[in-house]
């Protein structure tokens, strides 16, 4: 996939995003101020607290897909993970209000019967917002978007939340009032969790904390395939967006000239390309096989 498609492709993903939340917050806000839910009304406030995660992932994408120039010569990725911190702080944000709405309403005893359009109104959010989900999740994976994988988890808490709502707007309606404001502060627990997870994630690109094992493992196995390769080691990768750079050291046999090591070097890069379409840059340093020599850092 050409690096103008994978951004095509995650603004796609976005936009539809974008517009199916506007019409579930209308639809929550306007079910829950007429159907006497609180539950439902603050599900409605959350998915506006969401537009403004959405519209800065929205920039951030369209940031992120310059690239790199004299003043970002490693690319403009990072605000994607920027984008994804942003949003988990809205996510806590959103936790923390639900959690503390609730605990007034409970101790006040300010219970409220729901209307039949607030039950609907969270039965279907739970099946729209699985559904763009799973659709964001897979697309997410697949371009190894922090942004795209943010929205998604958003999309997850918002679906875990109007199953609370539809049980406490059901347990409301059948007379049980203390369930709206309970099933909200249930709720807003799962949200602060998911914002925490987000927040864990984009702090660790943005601190270039190291990729899964696995993946250094393969980009290793595929290193070490090339021939006149003798072990590969110091092997380094960070997050930059939907992308991944790597460092790495290769030992070949001292007597190898320039030419040839750099053919060599250039026949790994390519292999590593091809094998993960998430690398943007592969930066190779080599050095003599059996021989001592000292790696020079100030890390």
């Known amino acids: 996939m050409q690096r103008s498609e994978r951004f095509d492709s995650a603004d796609r993903i ?9 019409v579930l917050m209308t639809f929550k806000l306007a079910a829950g ?39 970002h010569p490693y690319g403009h990725g ?4 920027l984008s994804a911190l942003l949003i988990s702080l809205v996510i806590v944000a959103t936790g923390g209000w639900i959690l503390v709405d609730s605990v007034h309403s409970i101790l006040d005893r300010d219970f409220k019967s729901p209307g039949m359009i607030a039950v609907v109104a969270a039965f279907l959010t739970i099946i729209i917002k699985e559904w763009l989900y799973r659709f964001t999740q897979k697309t997410g994976e697949q371009l190894a978007s922090p942004a795209l994988l943010a929205i998604a988890r958003d999309h997850r808490k918002d679906a875990i939340t109007s199953i609370s709502t539809l049980a406490g707007v059901v347990g409301a309606f059948c007379g049980f009032g203390f369930m709206d404001p309970l099933a909200a502060g249930l709720t807003s627990l799962f949200i602060l969790h998911i914002g925490y997870q987000t927040f864990r994630d984009a702090a660790h690109d943005l601190m270039d904390g190291s990729p899964p094992p696995d993946f250094i493992a393969e980009v290793t196995r595929l290193a070490e395939s090339v021939g006149q390769v003798e072990h590969v080691h110091e092997i380094r990768g960070r997050r930059s967006g939907q992308y991944m750079i790597v460092d790495l050291k290769l030992e ?11 053919d060599v070097a250039t026949r790994v890069k390519r292999l590593i390309f091809q094998g993960f379409p998430n690398v943007g840059d592969v930066m190779i340093h080599i050095d003599p096989h059996d021989e001592e020599y000292d790696d020079l850092t100030r890390l």
């Open 252 to 262: 070949m046999d001292p007597a190898m000239t320039v030419k040839e090591s750099h």
């Open 78 to 81: 990072r605000a994607e993970s």
């Open 14 to 22: 976005i936009q539809i995003g974008f517009w199916v939340n506007a």
């Open 33 to 71: 101020h007429w159907g006497r839910s609180d539950a439902v009304f603050a599900d409605g406030i959350e998915s506006a607290c969401d537009f403004v995660a959405i519209f800065s992932t929205m920039l951030a994408l369209k940031l992120g897909r310059k690239p790199f120039d004299e003043e």
